[in-house]
């Protein structure tokens, strides 16, 4: 009884045992990483990469296993991914008008994949952290500090933003520019005193950037992804802060002065073209009256034409008439010497006298006539009427005798 208590608690012990010793025994490498087993006996290194034929799950034989992300975020910020409080990492910056700044971003490294490179970062660094903050953040800083003068305080909140960003990310994965330092003088925007500035140029030759040295993260292989570096603040100490708040301010007044003026001389422009709308709105409506005024007066001429027009016609009308009806008549007289005419007027003629003569009252003939004196038996009636109708017919051009043998 004594002995089978005792086997059981013997194979307890070696289950306990194996139990923990499995653990030195094998090693799983996920797919995002790169695990690196130093030899417990030689001290050899062994490197496994996730996702490839020595991924999965790898003979440990209880050696040290040390895990590496293939690809990490490096933080330098006061915020994490998820934008939660964390510990200041800020980088410092210093701008050649000697204004300062905290740099808060993060930037994604990508761990190199060939078994020499990972046995030299392993080698001189031993972790993952050793390597963001011996290697990768003291890299950025210097990459910081040496774009700092590039610029000034002014210039790295405005125009050279995205620049001051590109220098670090350019600095970083090339190396560290080679440059020239000259004094300048330059008025200062608020003060609009003048004052001495230390320019920093970068050396170019041939088009080509001249660089002090290669990055050290070139030197591991290590290498920052493609527009990876991103800064989420930049925090200006205070005397900064407040020449930016007053920059800002004298450029909201010049803006805002501008945008006046633009729109005073828009307002101009305007009120110039109302006008000349205006002008010549009112042009036009005295060109509908004129034309109105024109087309009624050539309308009025063309209705005078017409009967002048008319006039002259009828005018034409009646000398024809006129002419035609003389013609006639003096085609008439001319045919029976007026002979209609002339017989009214000779009835006319003796009516008249034989009016006159019949009431007369005196005596015709004398009261005594000598002898010798007569007229073959006539009277002076007959005499008379004899006379005054010979004078009508002559003065008429009458022919009053009967044509012999009567008419032919």
């Known amino acids: 009884m004594e002995k089978k208590n005792i086997v059981g608690i013997f194979a307890g012990i070696l289950i306990i045992v194996f139990g923990v010793l499995s653990g030195k025994m094998w090693e799983t490498v996920d797919a995002d990483e790169v695990v690196v087993i130093q030899d417990p006996i030689d001290g050899e290194l062994h490197v496994y990469i996730g996702g490839t034929e020595t991924g999965g799950l790898q003979f440990q034989n209880f050696g040290t296993p040390t895990h590496y992300k293939k690809s990490n975020q490096f933080w330098f910020s006061n915020v994490n991914a998820n934008g939660e409080k964390i510990s200041d990492q800020g980088i410092k ?22 078994e020499k490179s990972i046995v030299k970062l392993h080698t001189i660094y031993g972790s993952e952290e050793a390597i963001q903050y011996n290697l990768v953040r003291t890299t950025i800083e210097k990459c910081v500090y040496m774009t700092g003068p590039l610029m000034s305080s002014k210039e790295s909140y405005s125009e050279k933003r995205n620049v001051l960003l590109s220098y670090i990310d350019d600095q970083a994965t090339f190396g560290i520019y080679r440059t020239i330092t000259r004094d300048e003088k330059r008025k200062d925007e608020l003060s609009g ?25 070139h030197e591991f292989n290590l290498q920052l992804a493609t527009g990876s570096l991103a800064l989420n603040s930049i925090d200006y100490d205070g005397t900064v802060e407040k020449q930016i708040e007053q920059q800002q301010q004298a450029t909201m007044s010049v803006q805002t002065a501008m945008a006046n003026a633009k729109k005073a001389e828009q307002d101009a422009i305007t009120v110039a073209k109302q006008g000349e709308a205006s002008a010549a709105k009112a042009k036009w409506e005295q060109e509908v009256i004129k034309a109105k005024l024109v087309t009624e007066a050539e309308q009025k001429l063309a209705v005078q034409t017409l009967a ?31 002979l209609d005419k002339k017989l009214a007027t000779y009835e006319t003629v003796q009516s008249s006298w034989a ?13 005594y006539v000598s002898g010798g004196s007569g007229n073959g038996g006539s009277n002076g009636a007959t005499q008379f009427m004899e006379l005054m109708g010979m004078k ?3 003065d008429l051009g009458l022919d009053m005798a009967m044509p012999k043998g009567g008419n032919k």
Do not use: C
């Open 93 to 114: 910056i210093r701008f050649n008008d000697g204004g300062h700044a905290t740099l808060s971003g993060s930037v994604r490294i990508n761990m190199p994949l060939d």
């Open 193 to 217: 005193e003048e004052k001495t500035v230390s320019i920093v140029d970068i050396v170019v030759k041939e088009g080509v950037i001249q660089r002090n040295s290669a990055s050290p993260l």
């Open 308 to 338: 002048t027009k008319q006039a002259e016609l009828y005018k034409q009308q009646q000398i024809l008439e006129g002419q035609g009806e003389a013609e006639k008549k003096k085609l008439i007289m001319f045919a029976d010497g007026a």
């Open 355 to 367: 009016s006159a003569f019949a009431n007369y009252k005196g005596n015709i003939v004398p009261n």
């Open 392 to 394: 009508a017919a002559k």
